[in-house]
């Protein structure tokens, strides 16, 4: 910035001057009646943080306002760029204004949806309108107006934060009086640092007995008792927005305990003697199914035709149908027995007369 004053220069010229000196420059202004003028440079005016927050989704205004000096008689420049975090790396140039005619420079993301804020930047406002924030427009920009003789810039630090979103409120526990309870509040979204802050709606506020933490979103309850209960809200924010979510705690009588243990016996009791029928069941079924099996194999067995032990078994079906055939008879109280004899033919092409069959006493039938 070059900026600078009457009183300044003369104050300057008396210290740092020996009297002689003063005294010839004196005498010399005099005769060449030399007048010295103050002259006021470029000044941006603006006001406000150097580091803005804003949502995403929002529009956002980087402020960029500026007052030319009257020796400021040269043609208007404006530059808006962003600054690179690596030193030894170019700023991007994003938009500029140079004789009534705005420029987009090159193909930058963050070039999207950028203006200038008032209609027409000559007039002392060089503010820059970013239609729609997202992330990726968290950057380090720079608004730099020269107008010859005179230039002056501002820095300003844009953050784009995400808004949290409506949480989730849950009870850990069962809620029964004397025992551990947490209630839980939990953004899925939001840009940190979130801080989460329980308050009880109904019944009073928070007991001083209770424990939250606001980084985690946790109300805990070491010894629950009806003093307790309550309808809670829970809010969670950060630099940009806050949501909140509402839970009931109540405070629940816990059971007889001699009930359960009883049940918890009689329940143990139940199912053992159910396994031991079950057991036994199993064991019955397998012995009767054994004892069958061992009943069928003996009918096979008895059932089976016995070996032939007849040394001519090759004429078996010869021997069967020549066996005599023997019938009793009682005549006048003695009885008599007759023996006679059936032969059978087999019919052939040429017919053969047949041997009859002998009575063998050994085997009891004819051979």
Not at 118 to 132: H, N, R
Not at 190 to 217: D, F, I, M, Y
Not at 302 to 308: Q, S, V
Request: with cysteine; proline share 6%; aromatic share 8%.
């Amino acid at each position: 910035m070059f900026r600078q004053s009457c009183s300044h220069l003369r104050t300057t010229f008396y210290f740092s001057s020996p009297p002689w000196f003063s005294i010839l420059l004196l005498s010399t202004s005099t005769l060449l009646s030399t007048e010295l003028r103050c002259t006021r440079g470029m000044l941006v005016t603006s006001e406000g943080p150097q580091t803005i927050q804003k949502a995403e989704g929002e529009r956002g205004t980087l402020g960029c306002n500026y007052t030319p000096s009257p020796s400021d008689t040269g043609e208007l420049d404006i530059e808006w760029s962003v600054i690179s975090p690596d030193t030894t790396q170019k700023d991007h140039m994003l938009m500029s204004y140079t004789s009534g005619t705005e420029y987009i420079h090159g193909d930058h993301t963050l070039a999207k949806g950028l203006t200038f804020a008032a209609g027409d930047p000559s007039v002392g406002d060089a503010s820059l309108s970013i239609a729609v924030l997202t992330p990726a427009h968290s950057a380090t920009y720079q608004c730099k107006v020269k107008k010859s003789p005179g230039v002056d810039m501002r820095k300003i630090s844009l953050v784009v934060m995400v808004k949290p979103s409506v949480p989730k409120c849950w009870v850990e526990g069962m809620e029964l009086v004397g025992e551990v309870v947490s209630l839980h509040c939990e953004s899925a979204r939001g840009s940190t640092p979130l801080k989460h802050t329980w308050r009880r709606e109904s019944g009073g506020p928070v007991p001083t007995a209770a424990t939250q933490n606001s980084a985690t979103g946790e109300l805990k309850i070491s010894n629950h008792s009806q003093s307790f209960a309550g309808i809670y809200l829970c809010e969670v924010n950060n630099a940009v927005g806050a949501e909140r979510c509402w839970i009931n705690l109540k405070a629940n009588k816990p059971p007889n305990r001699a009930a359960v243990i009883v049940g918890t016996v009689v329940g143990s009791l139940l199912l053992i003697f159910i396994l031991l029928v079950l057991i036994v069941l199993l064991f019955w079924k397998l012995s009767s199914r054994r004892r069958n099996e061992k009943e069928f194999s003996n009918e096979i067995r008895e059932d089976a035709p016995p070996p032939d032990s007849h040394p001519g078994s090759r004429h078996t079906s010869r021997s069967a149908s020549q066996r005599p055939q023997v019938s009793y008879c009682q005549v006048d109280g003695t009885e008599v027995s007759s023996f006679s004899e059936r032969q059978t033919h087999t019919p052939s092409s040429n017919s053969r007369r047949h041997t009859p069959a002998e009575y063998d006493t050994t085997y009891g039938y004819a051979v």
